[in-house]
C-alpha cells in the first residue's frame, strides 16, 4: 500500500497540466486602471503555498528605499497575481516577492521592471528563479531542477521542483563537466525522511572534480526534468583554494600587480581607465595562477589610476568593483589604484597613540560622524565631515564645547564611531543625505560622505587619519563600528556575489540568501576566504589607520572559529585591542555565538540583560526599569554590578571575567535614554526624567566592567521618540547642543563620575577573583525594596580608598537608610559628584528619590 500512494504520489506530480497562457491587460494603458504606471505581476509556486507571500514594490531611484506591500488578490490558471496601480509615472520600478514581513524572499536580490510607454507593464514569476519572463508563451511548468550546489568535490546536492526515485537513478540522473559526462557513484535521498520519494537529493561522484574544473560548466540533469547549471558552493572551502597572500591592487611606484581569487571564473579581464572618469579604457586579459587566483602586473606608476574587473562565470559576464579597493571613486563607482604613502600628512607617521593598561580601564562614548558635527548653531567649520570632528576650539550655544572639544571635557577614554567604511545607500556629498551606515559595500575604503570632496580618491582617505590623529593627540582611543554580518546588496550590486558567486553568502538549499541578520543577507564568515577577508580587512584598519578597536555588528551570527581567529590576530597587534559586539541576530536567527561563547577571549559583549534591568524593555515603551521604580529588579542589578560573573549566591551569569561584558543602558537603537524614560513615566517632571538619566549610567559607571555610553546621553539627547532613526535625516538624529546648556548640570554630573571612576581602580577590577572577594552587597530591611547597596574592598586593588560604599536609591521618593559603622565620607549625594568629601556622615542617611549615593573612608 505504502509502494502504490509513492507511485500515485509521483505520477499525479509529474502530470503538469499545459495552458496557453495569456496577457492579462493586452492593450490597455494605465489610464485604463485609473493610474499612471501599472504592473502586473503573475506568480507560481510549484506547491501551491501561496498563504503569506506579497510584493514589494518602490520606484527606481539611485538610493531609494521607499516601497510598499500588495497582496495577490487574484487567482489564476497560472498562480496567483497582483495588479499594483500607481498613481505616478515611473520608467522603472523595482520588486520582490516576500514572505509576510520579511520573513525570507523569494529571490533575494532586488529586480526592476522597465515600464513601456503605455505605462503597462506585465510580467510572470516562478518561484525561485531570478529572470522572469515578459512572454506569456515561453512558459514552462514541467518539473525542474530549481538548484543544483557542489558542496564538495565529489557531491552535488540538487533541489527538485517535484518528487524523484532515488532508486531509479541509473540511466536518469547526468553530471556533465565541460560537456563531457563523468561517473556516478550513488544517488540518495539529502532529507533525513524515511522514503525514497524526495525533493531533495545527494549526487555522489566516482571520482572528485578535478580543482580546475570547477570554472567549466557543471551540469546536472535528470530525464523528466529541465536540467541545471551547477553552482560551486561549499566545495570552495577545500584547503586547494586557500590562498594565503595579498589580494586586491598592490601598488609598486614601478608597478601595480592585480590579484583576485575567482575559481569558478573562466577568465578574468582587468579594467584600466585612462582617467577617474572617463569612459575609456584598456581591456587587458588576467592569468589564472593556482588556488583559483587571477593575476596581472602592470608595468608604470599607477597612482590614482582607476579600474574595475570583468569575470566569466556561470554563462555569465559580470562586472565590478575590486571587493578588495583600498580607493575608490565617487559613489564607490571604480575602484582606484593607491599610493598610500601619499595619504600621510605631517605627523602621522611618527605621533603616539594613547595607550591603556586594559579595556576596562576603557570608557566608551558611541558617536556618529554627522550627527556630532551637523548642527548648525555651532561654530564648527566642517559640518557632518570627517574634518569636523578634528577641529579644536569650537563652541555651541551659550558658549558650551562641541565636537572634539566635548569629548575632551566629558573625560571620556574611546569613542566607538558608526560605521565608516564605505556604504552603499547614500549619494556621496549631497546635501541632506544621511545614512547610520549599517549598509556595507565596501570594506577597505573609508565611505566619502563625510569627506570635503567624495570625488577626489585621497580626501576621505586623508581626513579620515586626520580626524584619528586629532582624536588620539586628545586622548581618545578610536573604535570603529564594522558590519560583517551582511551586505547592502546581492548579486549584481556585490563585488562578493560578482567576484564568487553565491560563495561569499550563507543560502538554503535552493539557494536563497538566508537572512538570519533581518536584513535580507547573512555573510558566510565561516567560509575560509570569507573569514581570511574579514581578519585582513580589520588588520589592514589598525595598521594602515591606527585605529584601537572594533565594535561588530551582530557577532552573535558570526561562527566561533572566525571571531576566535580575530581575536588571535588582532590581539597580536595590539594586546590592548578593544573588541565587542552584539551577542544576538535579527529576529528569530539562530545565535552562533552568544553570551557564553565569549569565555577566555578577549571578545566582550553587550549586556542587554543588565540595560533592560536599569530601563526596562527595549521593546516596549512603557516597560519599567529599576532606575524608574520598578519592583523585583535587585538582583539582577547585582549581577550587573559584579560585571556579570558567577558571584556567590546570585545566579551566574554569562561572563567569565569582567573584561567580557559592555555596561550600557542605551546606543543608537532604539529609543534615547531621555525618550524611552518619558514614554514610560510620561507624568514625569523635568527634574525626576534628570534624576533617572543621572542614576541610569551611575549605575553603569560604578559596575565592574566596560562601561558603554550612547553619545549625547550626558544632556539627554532626545530624537523625539524616534527608536529607529536610520533614515530620520539629520535633523532628528543630530546632537541638539542647545541641551548641553539646557542640561548643564547633568552633563557635568557624567563629567564628574568618569572622573571618578577613571581615578578610582576599585571600579575597575581586573578579575573575577577580585571582585569576589571585594564586594559585598548589604542586607537591607524589606521597606528598601528597590535599593542595592554595596562596599567594595579598595585595597585589593591599591585603591586610595580603602573601603567604599556604593547605594542606588530606585525609588521614586525619598528613603531613609541606615549606614553602616561609620563614619563615612560623602563623595556623592545623588546631585554632585567630587574626587573629595562633601562632608562626614554617620547613621541614618536621607536618600533622595532616584539617586545614586557614594561614601568612601581611607585607612
Known sequence: MKRLLMVILVITLFVTPFFAYDYFAPDKTASDFGGKTVLIVNYHRYKDDYGGWNLWVWPHEPVSMQGQSYQFTQETEFGRRAVVVLPEAHTKLGFIVRLREWEMKDVTPDRFVDIPESGVAEIWVLEGEMEYLTDPSQIDLSPRIKAAFLDRLDEIYCLLSTPF???????????????????????????????????????????????????????????????????VRKALDDDVFYYEGELGAIYEPERTTFRIWSPVSSRVYLLLFDTLYGATYEVIPMTRCDKGIWEIVVEGDLHLTAYKYRFFSYGEVRETVDMYSRAVTHNSQRSVVVDLGKTGFEGWEDYKKPRSDSPLDAIIYEIHVGDITADESTTITHKGKYLGLAERGASGPGGVSVGLDHLIELGITHVHIMPISDFFYVNEGEPGAYGWGYDPHLYWVPEGHYSTDPRDPLSRIVETKKMIKALHEAGIGVILDVVYNHTAQTGENSPFDQTVPHYFYRTDRAGAYTNHSGVGNDVATERPMMRKFIVDSLRYWMEEYNVDGFRFDLIGIFDKETVLEIDRTLTEIDPGVILYGEPWGGFGAEVTFGKGDQKNTNIALFNDGFRDAIRGSVFEHTARGFALGMRARETRIKRGVVGSIEYDYLISDFAGNPRETVNYVSSHDNQTLWDKNYSAWPEATTEQLKAAQRLSNAIILLSQGIPFLHGGVDFCRTKDGNENSYDAGVEINKFDWTRKAEFLDVFEYYRDLISLRKHHPAFRMRCSEDIVNSIRFLDL??????????????????????????IFNGNPESVVFELPEGPWQMASDGHVVSLESLGEYSGKLELSATSAYILFRSE
Open 781 to 806: 530591611p524589606r521597606e528598601l525594596r528597590q535599593v542595592v547597596a554595596y562596599t567594595i574592598d579598595g585595597r585589593a586593588s591599591g585603591d586610595e580608598w580603602s573601603e567604599i560604599l556604593i
Open 165 to 231: 526515485d532515488t532508486r531509479m537513478w541509473r540511466e536518469k540522473v547526468q553530471v556533465k563537466v565541460g560537456g563531457a559526462e563523468i561517473a556516478l557513484r550513488n544517488v540518495e535521498k539529502a532529507d533525513p525522511v524515511d522514503i525514497s520519494v524526495t525533493s531533495y537529493i545527494k549526487i555522489s561522484l566516482e571520482e572528485p572534480i578535478d580543482p580546475s574544473g570547477v570554472s567549466e560548466s557543471i551540469q546536472v540533469s535528470i530525464d523528466g526534468y529541465i536540467d541545471r547549471t551547477v553552482i
